[in-house]
């Protein structure tokens, strides 16, 4: 099915003019919008760096061509690879709904044999929001304000939850939330107790924290490294919410307490995907050892991270399709739809991001670009420039750590933030728009 270009707003810069990116940067607002996701529980029952969240947005303003090509406002005709101005997002309009995924540790930093003697498991979470208030879709479908709760009709990876869910309003954050967890083999009534932990508790109480493992499916010692050697990982706990390969596709609607009025896309439902394209040490296709690697010596140790060799040849992870208004490898625009199966590379860089500095939110329209971390910890942001046909618009924002890489596939949105006191250091390369 085609892409669709979507309506978005493109700011035309008038020629010798610059935006100004250090008011309203849309970069350090989608951050402040991220940093108010709530947790149903005490953090420390969480793997934070693992927390993922998805932000989903109805409009992008983006910044306008410089120069010369100033009145070109069609993305499809912006074809001037040297001008990155007219990659840059200005702003967004978020929608009602986040969400955010993760693991979640029941043990965590407490000494629970006492409250039960159960093997710890790290185990998947699905923290589902909407926004209350008069201004949310739902409540306009309604006439007026939700209850104290609304329900949820929700599907993970294909999974239907047998039921509308019901859906909590919250206080704290005016907003109606959910957190579904995975089969953590506890009693957590009896685990918050010997905690101390009255925010859990509170969830509980109220259900907005409920336990769902015919939903929330795996957990994180699927994926252990030992005894897979030449296994190849996507067939490895495909349904597990946290896969570090497969992406997660979440449906949703939201309705009244009722059942009878319904935010549902016109019908459709909305659909998400934790889709982010990340590999390294513990996010691979493949691992196992070499002996006398290429006539060497020694063993050798490795991990696919992406390939079209053997097994791998079908995956399509390196390609891409090029549409009739995208260039191809070459810089040329030939007349049909075409597939490339590889990363062209045109240019490779190494950069220092100090504290504080952020590589903004843009668009690529035509090229593939990677970027590899190779010190220090930093928020990366993916997301879909035009129109899927198989999922909504949203940022996704996780942490990225030294030894992993993200592939930005066309028609993406990407930025990355340093929020620590350390340089990171970065390796990008890929092909110009």
Known sequence: ???????????????????????????????????????????????????????????????????ADAAILDPTRQDNKTDFQKQNVRDFLVTDTYLLRGWVTVRAWKDLEAVEPVPDRIVPFLKLSYRAGPDSKLADAMGGLPGTSIRLFLKVNGRDAGGLITVPYNEATDRYEIELWGDHGHDLQAVFSAGGDAIGLSSLDRGELITRPDLILGQRSDFDREGKDDVDVRTVSPDCLMHPLLPARIEVAWADESGHSWDSNGGSNYHYEFNMMLRGWNSHLKAGISANPHGGVGVLHYRNLMSNYFGFSDSGELG????????????????GERHESFLAIDYIDLHILKNNCGIGLHRHRDNQEIFFLLQGQAVMVTGDWYKFPDRERCFELRTLRAGHFVLLKPGGLHGMMNATDSDIHLLMFGGYD
């Open 1 to 67: 099915m085609p892409i669709v270009i979507p309506p978005d707003t493109v700011l035309r810069v008038p020629p010798g003019e610059t935006p100004d990116y250090n008011s309203r940067n849309p970069l350090m607002k989608l951050l402040g919008v991220a940093e108010t996701h709530h947790l149903a529980a005490e953090r420390h029952f969480y793997l934070t760096d693992h927390l993922q969240a998805l932000v989903p947005f109805s409009h992008l303003d983006l910044a306008g061509p410089q120069g």
């Open 320 to 335: 891409r399709i090029v549409e009739p208004w995208q260039f191809d490898s070459m810089g040329r625009k030939p007349d």
